[in-house]
């Protein structure tokens, strides 16, 4: 009994920790969004954590907001949070570089002035990966300083640092 006991918690220890590389929850999907203005319902602040990636706008799965100044999409956690990675997938099938500039923004302040993490310097890929350092925060922003624009996000994943194995497991159990 002792044995399988022992056995059972060497199991889980590695399960927990492989999961820490290969399946992070995506806390993101959780969260509540809204944008700047919406160009169209179908275009809405959430097709951007719908969990679909396709990066073709008639998809149906792209946020897409008017030309505004600044043109922003903002992310409710819902709770304080470490922030590790924020992977943004653009749109690819026309006006990539619409992204251009746009700063991803992680704090608790509900209006987007919230510190920079990571600005878009390269439209051309397809998945731009932002590192957020563990900033913490409720909110994740993604804002286009500066002019008038289109923001267009056909998918924002957000994942905790990747030290954080017992949030992860709780994470996936305790929603
Ligand atoms: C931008 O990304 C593309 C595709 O990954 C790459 O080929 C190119 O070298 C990058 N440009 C810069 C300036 O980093
Ligand atoms: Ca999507």
Known sequence: MKC?????????IGWVHSRKFLDQVNIARSGEAT??????????????ID???DSNLKMGSCSHTGKDNPAWWRLDLKKRYKVGRVVI????????????GAEVRVGDSADNNNPVCG?????SKETIVVSCEEREGRYVSVVIPGREET?????????EPSDTSEEILFGR???
């Open 4 to 12: 399988i006991v022992v056995l059972l918690v060497c199991i889980s």
């Open 89 to 100: 997938v653009n749109r690819k099938d026309c006006c990539s570089e619409r992204l251009l």
């Open 151 to 159: 923001l267009q996000l056909c998918e924002v994943k957000v994942y």
């Open 51 to 53: 969990g679909n990636t």
């Open 119 to 123: 600005t878009v310097t390269n439209v």
């Open 35 to 48: 944008q700047s203005s919406t160009f169209r319902p179908e275009y809405n602040a959430a097709a951007a």
């Open 173 to 175: 159990f305790g929603r």
